[in-house]
């Protein structure tokens, strides 16, 4: 079992950056691909980007050149910067990924960027 818990959330100005990050305990074998996804009000859950093992990423379109994704190994810790931030990244945040078929998410944070 994985267990994720977000942290890093908050009120940011238009323009402004912020990190989040994800850490990942309980059973933890090597995980091969973790992402961060966000839900504004009203909306579907989307993609914000995916990182591998090894280091690849992928990123929606909406945030790409914008927001970083990186992993500490180490520290069993996902990372999420974002900058130049505007009223359309504000969203709650959450972090997964899927083990051995099953899919984990964590409690979310919000993320709030006032114009």
């Known amino acids: 079992q994985v267990q994720l818990a977000e942290s890093g959330g908050g009120l940011v100005q238009s323009g402004g950056s912020l990190t989040l990050s994800c850490a990942v305990s309980g059973t933890m074998p090597r995980i091969n691909v973790m992402g961060w996804y966000r839900q504004a009000p009203g909306k579907q859950r989307e993609l914000v980007g995916r990182i591998a093992t090894g280091g690849t990423t992928n990123y929606g379109d909406s945030v790409k050149g914008r927001f970083t994704i990186s992993r500490d190994n180490a520290k069993n810790t996902l990372y999420l910067q974002m900058n130049s931030l505007n009223s359309e990244d504000t969203a709650v945040y959450y972090c997964?990924?899927?083990?051995?078929?099953?899919?984990?998410w964590g409690q979310g944070t919000q993320v709030t960027v006032s114009s």
């Open positions: 997964h990924t899927l083990l051995f078929g099953i899919n984990y």
